[in-house]
């Protein structure tokens, strides 16, 4: 069995290949070509986190694998409040291939799903880029999208005024164009072409009335005590979602930014207007006007982690990276 750890993994993760098979796997998905049940978890009440399982099986990159990842959103900034194992299994015997990190493939899978939705959605002439966050996931989705986009502008917003300095200073150094930290989520907000949400906020970050048109908004976030976006943007926007069967799901595994507004008579489940899969297989549309709105909801998906451990196993073996190991 193959043995990678982080710093392998995150050396062979290449973000741009990792976009591009993105797009077959959330086709996959769509069509129900892929295995993907609705994640499980055991919940940590007295630290507010879980433990999950996301088993996944993508017939078209040969990949059979499992997932367990854990969510401490109290965790220090030593240690992410994302952490992860994944096992691949050979699809033809069942015997386990490759045990690796999932913490790197987390990151980045979420922040390339991300990108593949402003490549689907956004304006081809989109700029400005908001990062909602300061944390894992704002880093992979500022270094995601600004490859999907011509990005000049690069404005990092988050609780804390210090480590949004921070990241915009480190991110400055690996990003072209202005990097800059504002000082408000509506700052960050205010003309952005995208918006990237990627906070654990109990309160909505994402407002209509910060909103300028035909913005694409990307959200990641999840709190089960909250939410990321408001009621009137989700009223208005075009919401695009990796599967409705997750997002809709009881938590742990949907989505209260969408949840809550159904629970309140607000919207219907139908509001839902497309999967990923679907607008990419020509079965949906995309965004119809400049003016319009778009919003992609995203919890996380299996398909996404199988996707990217095909990537990182195929080029480790290329390589020959990596311990092999034997599990008797």
Known sequence: MLLLGRSQVEALLD??????????????LSAGRASVPDRVAALVPERDAFLAAMPGFLPSAGVLMTKLVSLFPHNDGARPTHQALIVAFDPDTGEPAALLDGTAITAARTGACSALSARLLAREDATVLAVLGTGVQARSHARALCRVRPIRQVRIAGRDPAKAAALAEE???????????????????????IAAATTHAVEPVIRRAWLTPGVHVTSVGYNPAGREIDDATVIEALVCVESRQAVLAP????????LMPIRDGLITADHVHAELGEIIAGSRSGRTTPGQITLYKSVGVAAQDAAATALVVAAAREQSIGEEITMR
Do not use: C, H, K, Q
């Open 171 to 193: 991110l400055s150094a690996v990003l072209e164009g202005d990097v800059r930290a504002v000082s408000s989520y509506a700052e960050a907000l205010d003309g952005a072409d």
């Open 15 to 28: 973000v741009d290949a990792l976009i591009d098979v993105l797009a077959p796997a959330m086709a996959d």
């Open 251 to 258: 938590p742990p595994a949907g989505s209260n930014d969408l």
